[in-house]
């Protein structure tokens, strides 16, 4: 029987009105993890760790953080924290509709770079400057919240907006200084990277998503390679080896249960292509992996 992962939905009438931010702590969440610490999201959520360390991860990309450090993380990606450890921090988390409707951008939250669609977020550690002004607007956010119900959200949303922002600059200069620099993204890429998340379990061929965009193949694996440094087969069968990853992991279907969600012809061809790809067997994976 495959295992149920929590999901945890936004609680929009917290505040009586419907209010789609809000900031919350650590300490008042670990209470919901203690006996199924793996968990995913439906909104957006930014961690920042201000007391404790520990091990974080999303999708299987894990870190060892500590006071300073911030961790992104988009609906639907698998999270857990080692809630002994981490002792306190915040949570900053938001519906993407409380920003796109504001500023009639749809994608504006996507534009984000650590919010990338076709990327799980690096952690980052702030400087202590940056850290401290930060703090100090989660905690203005916080007191603007109790004003909410007679104020409105406009000023949460330029709070909001400004944390973002800061948190865009910081890590776009960390990826230039490790050398990591991502150039702005066509629209092709965009629908690309949609229509990939959309049907990667059904279709694989290039072709296909090449058809979608209204472009040829050879294009596509043009102006993929030139925004993301590796060809749209590849970006297509990395994303199926991704979810191949997060069933081993996360559920309990069997390896053959696995190949059939994918789409595999045979069990023994997904365990090729997994091996190929990962370097070691599902069942081998899933034995280091699994919590």
């Known amino acids: 029987m495959e295992k149920v992962i929590p999901r ?17 702590e650590l300490g008042d969440i670990k209470k919901f993890l203690k006996t199924t610490p ?3 999201l439906t909104y957006y959520d930014i961690t920042f760790i201000t007391e404790g ?14 006071p300073g450090d911030v ?29 796109s409707s504001f500023f009639k951008d749809d994608l504006f939250v996507q534009h984000l770079c650590y919010f990338d669609p076709g990327k799980t977020a690096a952690k980052i550690h702030l400087p202590e400057l940056l850290y401290e002004r930060i703090l ?7 007191e603007e919240i109790d004003l909410f119900s007679r104020h409105g959200d406009h000023v949460l949303r330029a709070q909001l907006y400004e944390i973002l922002m800061l948190l865009d600059r910081i890590y776009k200069e960390v990826g230039m200084k490790a050398g990591i620099t991502k150039e702005g993204r066509s629209l092709h890429i965009n629908n690309f990277i949609y229509w990939v998340n959309q049907s990667f379990k059904e279709h694989r061929a290039v072709g296909y998503y090449a058809d979608k965009l209204c472009i040829t193949p050879n294009y596509l694996n043009e102006v993929v390679m030139g925004s ?16 191949g990853k997060r069933m081993l992991a996360y559920t309990n279907l069997t390896v053959s249960e696995i190949a059939s969600q994918l789409n595999y012809d045979t069990v023994s061809y997904f365990i090729r292509s997994f091996r190929s790809h990962v370097g070691q067997t599902p069942l081998a994976y899933r034995k280091a992996h699994k919590p």
Not at 8 to 24: A, H, I, M, R, W
Not at 60 to 66: A, D, Y
């Open 228 to 243: 993301m440094q590796v060809s749209a087969k590849q970006y297509i069968y990395n994303k199926v080896m991704g979810e």
């Open 8 to 24: 945890y939905t936004f609680y929009k009438n917290k505040y009586g009105s419907e209010l789609l931010v809000d900031v919350v």
């Open 71 to 99: 961790i992104f993380s988009k609906p639907g990606e698998i999270r857990s924290w080692d809630n002994n450890h981490i002792i306190n921090g915040y949570a900053l988390i938001f519906e993407e509709e409380f920003l």
């Open 136 to 142: 100090r607007q989660l905690c203005s956010i916080k």
């Open 53 to 66: 360390a520990g091990s974080f991860s999303i999708d299987n990309q894990f870190h060892k953080v500590c």
């Open 38 to 40: 793996v968990h995913t």
